[in-house]
């Protein structure tokens, strides 16, 4: 098992930035692959970027995020973190770390979220 725990969310203004981060525990070594969720007010959940643990650190994000947001991992800390830049009101949502671990089966993890809203 992997737990997650969000950290970093709050009020931010039009255009400001935030870094949020995600510590892991529990079953570290099963973790393959760590990202970043949102789910805006009335919308689904939707990426924004994933890391690999393994595979040198190869980088995804979702078309939304890309030259605005940065996802690194921390791997001696079991830390991912997400750098968010020139923030807009429309990404204001709950952000979520999800973890992706290889055992006998492949198992998803959540944490329990962080708002960030962006409003002046």
């Known amino acids: 098992q992997v737990q997650l725990v969000e950290s970093g969310g709050g009020l931010v203004q039009p255009g400001g930035s935030l870094r949020l981060s995600c510590a892991a525990s529990g079953a570290t070594y099963s973790i393959t692959q760590m990202g970043w969720y949102r789910q805006a007010p009335g919308k689904e959940r939707e990426l924004g970027a994933f890391i690999h643990k393994d595979k040198g650190g190869r980088t995804n994000y979702a078309d939304y995020v890309k030259d605005r947001f940065t996802i690194s991992l921390a791997a001696a800390q079991n830390t991912v973190y997400l750098e968010m830049t020139s923030l807009k009101p429309e990404a204001t949502a709950v952000y979520s770390c999800?973890?992706?671990?290889?055992?006998?089966?492949?198992?998803?993890?959540w944490g329990q979220g962080t708002q960030v809203p962006v409003s002046s």
């Open positions: 999800n973890a992706i671990s290889l055992m006998l089966v492949t198992l998803e993890s």
